[in-house]
């Protein structure tokens, strides 16, 4: 079965760091480039950051940038999310997502289940 | 950066109901339009990519057209299933969701 499950969420205060990770199963997972999905609660989605199939290449939203970093480890079928300074405003659902639609770039056809940040003192 | 807007923010329809749902581009975005639905406490799920492609296991009923800035999606007759928040979301200069659109009973 083709599948992404996050983990790493939590509580944490303002300033600090946190590091998600994405374990991706059923496919091959060095073959896709692979994205970070954020959802505020009761807000809509926002996409966070990219990273190509061999991690050479990573793109940021505005939001995190400087502050987030996105990497992958294709020998452990891992994507991983590195928050650091980290604000209220972080505060989300994180979801990992594949871009699997060889037709359409940033089409995102799997999707993990989400794990939750809350950044508060 | 291009903004993505969808109209209406909410939606009361009823079962066998076609429905529309619309989103406009600030820019043109050629076909780089997808569609996703998500149900409450679960992951978006991919329907339409290239603004009129059915994904792989989407029931026919849902349909997606458009070009340039102005995009609809589709529902022939909706299924009780079919309640759900939709998302476009664009792909043609960076990543831009729109504000989502809440299809209620």
């Known amino acids: 079965e083709v599948q992404l499950v996050e983990s790493g969420g939590g509580l944490v205060q303002p300033g600090g760091s946190l590091r998600l990770s994405c374990a991706a199963s059923?496919?091959?997972?060095?073959?896709?480039?692979m994205h970070w999905v954020r959802q505020a609660p009761g807000k809509g989605l926002v996409w966070v950051s990219r990273?190509?199939?061999?991690?050479?290449?990573?793109t940021y939203a505005d939001s995190v940038k400087g502050r987030f970093t996105i990497s992958r480890d294709n020998a452990k079928n891992t994507l991983y999310l590195q928050m650091n300074s980290l604000r209220a405003e972080d505060t989300a659902v994180y979801y990992c997502?594949?871009?699997?639609?060889?037709?359409?770039?940033?089409?995102?056809?799997?999707w993990g289940q989400g794990t939750m940040v809350t950044v508060s003192s | 950066d291009i903004q993505m807007t969808q109209s209406p923010s909410s939606l009361s329809a009823s079962v066998g109901d076609r429905v529309t749902i619309t989103c406009r581009a600030s820019?043109?975005?050629?076909?780089?339009l997808n569609w996703y639905q998500q149900k409450p406490g679960k992951a978006p799920k991919l329907l339409i990519y290239?603004?009129?492609s059915l994904q792989s296991g989407v029931p026919s009923r849902f349909s997606g057209s458009g070009s340039g800035t102005d995009f609809t999606l589709t529902i022939s007759s909706l299924q009780p299933e079919d309640f759900a928040a939709y998302y476009c979301?664009?792909?043609?200069?960076?990543?831009?969701f729109g504000q989502g659109t809440k299809l209620e009973i």
């Open positions: 997502a594949r871009d699997g639609i060889a037709v359409a770039d940033d089409a995102f056809d799997i």
């Open positions: 059923g496919f091959t997972f060095r073959s896709y480039w």
């Open positions: 990273v190509n199939s061999d991690g050479s290449t990573t």
């Open positions: 820019q043109s975005i050629n076909s780089f």
């Open positions: 290239a603004a009129s």
């Open positions: 979301q664009q792909s043609y200069s960076s990543v831009t």
